[in-house]
């Protein structure tokens, strides 16, 4: 073979090389929020759980069951920044301690809440904060209103997206921080980080799975009983197309031995909800 056909089958082989190399490399998918002005995302929250805690031979067992309804109302959107209003619609809530009597309410039924409901029954119907966020879904602004601390099982609003493209299998992790006290009444901080790692994409929605990973060793059981009910460990979808949250479902299943004493021991079995019901945009969206 001649020099030039040599040469001239190695630029061919070349080619063929990269051509199979980039048929070969992986699909990304950019995760970012875009909402509109005028734009209404509804979601019904439920939040399910269930303690069982025993100390010096007493056991006691806790539950609650609460469904809500809230929405983000989209007032504004300059540039890529993007703010909605937060506001709570409605909400039923359950509430048993121990053997005492099952306390129920709902903010439809027009009765007077009881008390222990009470701060979540003066939130209903108002904006509890005002939120501008930027395409990957960090809080940029944020105005909060008073009362508006309760979480009534909802968790963080927005969702931290990746800063770059992502495939499939491709994790990213978001640090966080939880304030625990220690036995002598001392603050201890937590740090953590939340993973998450896009599992699958079909039909433009993606899947994702999120998991909490303590990064500060936990040497007492007390700490880590009031680590483990604000860890997360679950699943996410998300809209790619429409730039939003579909749904989120979190676990929680927990036991924690000793964080009262050697004959002490706490179970935390839950479960949190949250899908959407409802997408209206009043006015156009923008291109």
């Keep these: ?38 734009q209404k995302l509804s979601y019904e929250v439920t939040h399910v759980a269930k303690t069982k ?22 007032v504004g959107v300059e540039g890529e920044e993007m703010t909605f209003n937060h ?25 007077e ?30 105005e909060d209103n008073g009362g508006s601390k309760a979480s009534l099982g909802m968790g963080s609003l927005s969702l931290a997206l990746p800063e770059e493209a992502i495939a499939i299998g491709d994790s990213w992790s978001i640090p966080r921080e939880i304030k625990t006290r220690t036995e002598d009444g001392l603050v201890k901080p937590i740090k953590i980080r939340e993973l998450y790692t896009l599992e699958k994409v079909k039909s433009g929605v993606a899947t994702l799975s999120v998991r909490s990973e303590p990064l500060t060793p936990i040497d007492e059981e ?28 979190l676990n929680w299943d927990e036991t924690v031995v000793g964080f009262q004493g050697p004959n002490s021991m706490m179970e935390y079995r839950a479960r949190m909800t949250e899908q959407l019901i409802d997408s209206v945009v009043r006015t156009a969206r923008r291109p």
């Design 1 to 38: 073979m001649t020099r030039l056909c040599l040469a001239v089958a190695f630029v061919v082989a070349a080619n063929a090389h990269f051509a199979t190399a980039a048929d070969d490399a992986p699909d990304k998918y950019l995760l970012r929020y875009s909402l509109s002005g005028g």
């Design 53 to 74: 805690t025993r100390l010096k031979g007493d056991e006691e067992i806790s539950q609650v069951h609460t469904v809500s309804n809230r929405h983000w109302d989209v």
């Design 87 to 111: 506001v709570v619609d409605s909400v039923e809530m359950t509430q048993q301690q121990g053997d005492k009597d099952e306390i129920r309410w709902s903010s439809r039924s027009g009765e």
């Design 113 to 142: 809440p009881p008390r222990v409901f009470s701060k979540v029954a003066e939130q209903i119907g108002k904006t509890l904060s005002t939120v501008t966020i930027n395409p990957r879904g960090q809080e940029t602004d944020r």
């Design 222 to 249: 007390s700490v880590r009983a009031q680590v483990v009910q604000q860890l997360s460990n679950g699943t996410i979808k998300f809209d790619l197309d429409a730039g939003h949250m579909i749904s989120k479902e």
